[in-house]
């Protein structure tokens, strides 16, 4: 009778061990989940703010690309630095744009016998948007593309030379822009309003001040 209680008493110490053993394993396994998953938390977060300083950071590299040459051409083409800036954003998405590897910064279209590219664009017609296919200019340098832009606002094109010269009149980037869309730059109704608004947003117009 003694020999039957003492392996009942074993089997229960060995059952309780056992369970100890158990929760202690699965705690250990909870804390290794949560610990991991804080981590992830904070990997998650840090990346997304790395990402928006890096961001900010390109802003500002492009803009100061982009201005010392438009503020250094206005002399000559007579383009307002602030337009050039915002077109330049406006079009090719901060530099970050497919056709912006090509240098083609303000989405100019190539002509027969010039250097092409053939990319989708979206085009304004008939009241709605449309996907079409389209050659566009390929440019060696950002320079040689502002330089093509602004004599593009001097010289009109083939069947309107003065095309674009109310722009070139205009005071300031607002009358400039609203040129801009009443000569048919782009398709885009809301052209010159997106223009204006990103000249704003980032302060474009101090680029101006000089002239």
Known sequence: MKKYKKKRINR?????????????LLGLVMILMVGTGMLFVKNILTNTVNYGVLDQEHKQEFIQEIAPIAQRNYSQYRV??????????LES????????????????????????VLFPTQEFVDNQWATVN??????????????DHNRLFNEGVSWNTQLYHQVLASKNYVEAAQAL????????PDYASKIINVIETYDLSKYDNNF
């Not at 110490?13 to 053993?21: G, Q």
């Not at 901060?94 to 083609?104: I, M, V």
């Not at 869309?181 to 885009?188: C, E, F, S, V, W």
């Open 134 to 147: 389209a050659y566009f200019k390929v440019y060696p340098t950002v320079e040689a593309a502002i330089i």
């Open 93 to 116: 998405d901060w530099g970050r744009s497919e056709l912006a590897s090509y240098n083609n910064l303000f989405g100019v279209k190539a002509g027969e016998h010039e250097d092409k």
């Open 181 to 188: 869309q009443q000569a048919g730059y782009a398709t885009d």
């Open 80 to 89: 307002l630095p602030s337009i050039v800036l915002g077109q330049a954003i």
């Open 12 to 24: 229960k110490r060995k059952k309780n061990y056992f369970l100890s053993f158990v929760v202690m």
